[in-house]
């Protein structure tokens, strides 16, 4: 969230952006891919506590970043009245399936529900296809020419995601404390690729698409780079 509000912030200010392309700016630097990378890395990694830390990393960000910027969107977007305004916002925030999937996943979890071993194999399968999917979806829509003519721009939150947020987190961890294993948890999950519920935001209310498409591309291409030199690092 403080890398989030820290670009939001130097976007408006320092290049007049409004505030949805500057919401987007601090989208794909700060909101990651926790649950279909770091999670897998963790599980190797921990076991059950990489697992947890991964968790509670895919809940902040379906259930706290993704309302934040759906709402950020909102106000973008709309020009109406503030009832109008409202009305969409609650819709939108209260209809989106990142968020129902989310909260419906917590619930399921403190439930004590269990699935049948048929129907979670079938979902399991569907989950692994989820992150190649969506690379494969991303890409399509980005071009050589568009990656070459902002490069420096992409190049520049590609950084900022892969190397300054995980060393923020770095040192916030050693401010208050974490222990070993939860502050090499923490890094990872800022380490990641961009979540790709970034791109869809971006498709959906037509906002810096291309930007979205191209920082999710690079951060997952070096984060191969990158994730091992933190693993490697801590």
């Given at each position: 969230m403080l890398c989030f509000a820290?670009?939001?912030?130097?976007?408006?200010?320092?290049?007049?952006?409004?505030?949805?392309?500057?919401?987007?700016?601090?989208?794909?630097?700060?909101?990651?891919?926790?649950?279909?990378?770091?999670?897998?890395?963790?599980?190797?990694?921990?076991?059950?506590?990489?697992?947890?830390?991964?968790?509670?990393?895919?809940?902040?960000?379906?259930?706290?970043?993704?309302?934040?910027?759906?709402?950020?969107?909102?106000?973008?977007?709309?020009?109406?009245?503030?009832?109008?305004?409202?009305?969409?916002?609650?819709?939108?925030?209260?209809?989106?399936?990142?968020?129902?999937?989310?909260?419906?996943?917590?619930?399921?979890?403190?439930?004590?529900?269990?699935?049948?071993?048929?129907?979670?194999?079938?979902?399991g399968l569907l989950g692994e296809a989820l992150t190649p999917c969506a690379l494969f979806a991303i890409g399509l829509d980005l071009s050589i020419m568009e990656l070459r003519g902002h490069l420096s721009r992409n190049a520049l939150l590609t950084a900022l995601k892969l190397i300054v947020m995980p060393m923020v987190v770095y040192g916030l961890c050693l401010m208050v404390g974490l222990n070993r294993t939860f502050t090499l948890a923490a890094v990872i999950c800022a380490a990641v690729s961009t979540a790709k519920s970034a791109y869809v935001l971006a498709s959906e209310y037509d906002v810096e698409k291309s930007l979205a498409g191209a920082a999710i591309s690079m951060t997952t291409l070096f984060s191969i780079a990158t994730l091992l030199a933190w693993l490697y690092w801590l």
């Open positions: 820290v670009v939001l912030l130097a976007a408006r200010i320092g290049l007049r952006a409004d505030i949805g392309k500057s919401a987007m700016l601090g989208a794909v630097t700060a909101m990651t891919n926790t649950g279909f990378v770091a999670l897998p890395i963790l599980r190797a990694l921990q076991g059950k506590q990489g697992i947890l830390a991964a968790a509670v990393a895919t809940v902040f960000v379906g259930a706290i970043m993704f309302p934040v910027l759906v709402v950020l969107l909102e106000i973008d977007r709309q020009n109406d009245a503030h009832e109008s305004r409202t009305m969409s916002l609650v819709r939108q925030v209260g209809t989106n399936p990142v968020i129902l999937a989310t909260l419906a996943g917590l619930l399921w979890s403190i439930g004590g529900f269990t699935l049948p071993s048929e129907a979670t194999t079938v979902l």
